[in-house]
């Protein structure tokens, strides 16, 4: 807490701190709130050089990112790449993994039409700035088939032969396609307005890359279920076939096993918890 007081009187003279909160952390980054309006996030890399890289080019990301996007995105208020903090204004809102919301369905507008513009941007504003992730999806399957061996014990029985099922099975075709993804779209990273029904924010763009459109989709359908995910589509603009569906199916599984996996490993109780509550959404259609 110290470290924050001193960064602030650093960078913002005169600014009185009331209250820090801790927010909590993911595998990237751990996060406070300063007097209920700022944010202030630290890199967890060790290494300085790369600390210093990637939040300096998350902050230039950011800055991209803002005149692109159809809803709010972090904008920061300073940086401090070496030692990997980011502070920005807190955006209204509260994450959707903590908050549901009553009628999901009226977020698909808003998220059909966000991931339209993203994956819309032209790559030679942001190429410079993230890289491209292609990893196999035989890969991704060999990752899932190692979390499932990490919870199974913790998963209901009930639900072990449909993923068991799904992890005996080929993964589907690569994809051609490559655009700019958020590429960690879940619902701790989108903020809604619960009384209002309204996205407010997306945040935290570390995992940002130029990668198959699917990526983004998945999370839709793994937090939120099939319909949303349908709803959304109906909203977005890009090229989504059959063939895109299962795809995105199929990342929606990976990805379940890797949070639940994540959350019981290390503590981050809301990930598996969240995971667990979507095992039948996100397993039995296709099943």
């Known amino acids: 807490m110290d470290e924050i007081h001193t960064l602030l009187g650093r960078h913002l003279t005169g600014y009185e701190v009331r209250s820090i909160t801790r927010l909590g952390e993911g595998s990237d980054n751990a996060a406070h709130e300063v007097n209920g309006e700022l944010i202030v996030r630290a890199s967890k890399e ?53 908050h549901p919301v009553a009628e999901p369905a009226l977020l698909a507008p808003h998220l059909g039409r966000f991931l339209s513009r993203l994956h819309q941007a032209p790559l030679e504003k942001v190429e410079h700035l993230v890289g491209r992730d292609a990893h196999p999806l035989l890969a991704w399957l060999e990752d899932a088939q190692r979390d499932y061996r990490e919870i199974v014990e913790h998963l209901p029985a009930a639900y072990r032969y449909l993923v068991e099922d799904f992890l005996g099975r080929m993964p589907p075709a690569e994809s051609r396609a490559a655009v700019f993804c958020h590429n960690d779209l879940g619902a701790e990273h989108v903020l809604v307005d619960p009384e209002a029904i309204a996205v407010t924010g997306i945040i935290d763009w570390t995992d940002a890359a130029i990668c198959d459109p699917v990526r983004d989709l998945a999370l839709i359908y793994r937090d939120l279920g099939p319909e949303m995910f349908d709803l959304a589509l109906a909203h977005y603009e890009g090229n989504f076939d059959d063939i895109d569906r299962e795809r995105a199916v199929f990342h929606a599984r990976c990805k379940l096993l890797e949070d639940v996996a994540y959350g019981l490993r290390t503590g981050a109780r809301p990930y598996a918890e969240a995971g667990l509550a979507h095992l039948a959404q996100t397993f039995e259609e296709f099943a």
């Open 46 to 98: 060790t290494d300085r050089a790369l600390r210093s890289e990637s939040t300096q080019r998350e902050a230039q990301l950011l800055a991209v990112v803002a005149g692109l996007s159809t809803l709010p995105v972090p904008e920061p208020l300073f940086v401090e790449a070496e030692a990997g903090i980011l502070a920005y204004i807190k955006l209204p809102g509260v994450p959707l993994i903590d």
